[in-house]
């Protein structure tokens, strides 16, 4: 087993004894600062990794400062087996591995209705559909690239597939984002990185947002959740919403101009 798979089983461990976020979050806090403690001081820093210092010398050091610390037991047992097992040099690499993003799902579907083309309608939707999703899903592939592994869902929309006279922003947005995730999967598997792109692609779901014309096969809410999820642990590239408008997208996008427009 290598190195990174040994850190992940440390953080394994720890994760799996704490019950809520607020009591992860604790014992990563307390982690970071014991890091810090350490990593700050050359000579304790010394006293503790290196091999030139016999291991009873070591822990004997080291339960002297955890007593005069107030962590958490977790944290102490964590800490006390790296020691026990000279790894406490790789606390920091721990640290950056619990406190790293396996996972990033995007929802940006701001969507109102503008037959008129008011401006500052289509720029509050484009400002939310095209400028905030490309800032996190860039921010996050990036963050993936360097942690080496990562998994990012964005959420779409058929609408994307074709324009409509109703909302011509919120279509072209969305259009916009399944291209996106389109060129972030290419981008990751032509740098062979172990990133995940999964494109999320509803149809109409039981929300103000349905709008009355043309709806059928309308999804409610708590059902989506459930084939969203599991699109996502499947890690599917792409996911409609219901399975069934995979075929209709196809049919949709391939409708001539005039149906569209009488429509």
Not at 75 to 84: D, E, F, R, Y
Not at 104 to 122: F, M, Q, R, W
Not at 220 to 226: G, S, T, Y
Not at 230 to 247: C, E, N
Request: net charge positive; hydrophobic share 45%.
């Amino acid at each position: 087993m290598n190195r990174q798979s040994v850190i992940r089983k440390y953080g394994q461990g720890l994760a799996s004894t704490v019950k809520t976020d607020q009591e992860f979050a604790l014992c990563l806090e307390q982690l970071k600062a014991f890091s810090d403690l350490i990593t700050g001081n050359e000579g304790i820093y010394f006293a503790l990794t290196s091999p030139f210092v016999i291991s009873s010398q070591q822990l004997s050091i080291l339960e002297e400062i955890l007593n005069k610390l107030s962590f958490d037991q977790r944290v102490n047992k964590l800490i006390w087996l790296l020691a026990k097992n000279r790894r406490l040099a790789w606390l920091q690499e721990l640290v950056a591995e619990l406190g790293g993003l396996d996972l990033l799902v995007i929802s940006a579907g701001l969507i109102k209705y503008n037959t008129k083309l008011d401006y500052d309608i289509e720029y509050t939707t484009n400002l939310v559909n095209v400028t905030a999703f490309t800032l996190m899903s860039n921010w996050a592939f990036n963050l993936f690239r360097n942690q080496g592994t990562g998994h990012l869902v964005g959420i779409t929309s058929v609408a994307g597939l074709r324009g409509w006279r109703n909302n011509v922003a919120y279509n072209a947005s969305k259009g916009y984002q399944i291209n996106y995730l389109e060129g972030l999967k290419n981008l990751a598997r032509h740098e062979k990185l172990p990133i995940t792109v999964t494109n999320i692609i509803p149809g109409y779901m039981e929300t103000n947002m349905k709008g009355t014309t043309l709806v059928f096969w309308v999804c409610p809410p708590e059902k989506a959740a459930q084939l969203i999820f599991r699109a996502i642990r499947k890690k599917r590239k792409i996911a409609y919403v219901y399975s069934r408008w995979r075929i209709g997208a196809f049919l949709y996008k391939h409708l001539p101009n005039k149906v569209i427009e009488r429509a």
